[in-house]
């Protein structure tokens, strides 16, 4: 069954960086993107981002930009997520989810997150 | 705020019907896909609802999605305690370029 499997718990100190792992199986990790959205205690839904697997283009959250990487390795059907220069409100529940996609008969494409990681808590503290 | 607009919560009783509102603009809700999401207690999001009114295999049909200009509605019937959780409407920002969320609507069974 497809699944994505995310890295265990972070804590950090503030300044410091974070990398998130997500690992994919259960389908061609080439043909769907990767989407990061994370939630902060007691807050909503964030999209941070997303990575095309296909061909690593990316589109970030622009109150994220310069402070976030995301990248995937196609060898081990991996995404990952890295933030810098934590604060402390990035504490939050960072998740991965597959970016499902079709095509509008008037052109472009459309999307949603069809298949969600259990997340992944990164703790920013002094 | 959200750039997608929920009530912030809805309660209803057991067996009962309930609709959850998500407000929009031109820019995404107006002419793009909505997708609807559960999130239960203490766990990840699950995607309910995608392209407006379409269900994921294995969500029941008491689960329904509708769209109308820039609002979007979810549906839920026959209530169950086990439907308690918060939803998020979703969908892309064509002017913003970016993906966006509604801010969220707790249900309530009573």
């Known amino acids: 069954q497809v699944q994505l499997v995310q890295s265990g718990a972070e804590v950090k100190k503030p300044g410091a960086s974070v990398k998130v792992s997500c690992k994919a199986s259960?389908?061609?990790?080439?043909?769907?993107?990767i989407s990061w959205v994370r939630q902060a205690p007691g807050q909503g839904l964030e999209w941070m981002g997303w990575i095309s697997a296909y061909n690593g283009n990316t589109n970030y959250a622009q109150k994220l930009q310069g402070r976030v990487t995301m990248t995937t390795d196609t060898s081990t059907s991996t995404a990952y997520m890295e933030l810098r220069s934590l604060r402390s409100d990035d504490t939050a529940v960072y998740y991965c989810a597959r970016r499902g996609e079709g095509y509008y008969a008037s052109g472009g494409y459309y999307y949603y997150m069809d298949v969600w990681g259990k997340g992944t808590t990164v703790t920013v503290s002094s | 705020q959200s750039v997608l607009t929920q009530p912030p919560s809805v309660s209803a009783a057991p067996g009962q019907k309930v609709t959850i509102s998500c407000s929009g603009s031109?820019?995404?809700?107006?002419?793009?896909?909505v997708s609807w999401y559960q999130q239960l207690p203490g766990t990840a999001p699950k995607l309910l609802i995608y392209?407006?009114?379409k269900r994921p295999s294995g969500i029941p049909d008491r689960f329904s999605g509708s769209k109308s200009g820039t609002s979007a509605t979810l549906g839920i019937t026959g209530l169950q305690t086990g439907d308690e959780a918060d939803y998020y409407c979703g969908t892309w920002d064509s002017s913003l370029s970016v993906w966006v969320f509604g801010g969220g609507t707790k249900l309530t069974v009573l």
């Open positions: 259960g389908y061609t990790f080439t043909s769907y993107g």
């Open positions: 392209e407006n009114n």
């Open positions: 031109s820019s995404n809700i107006g002419n793009n896909y």
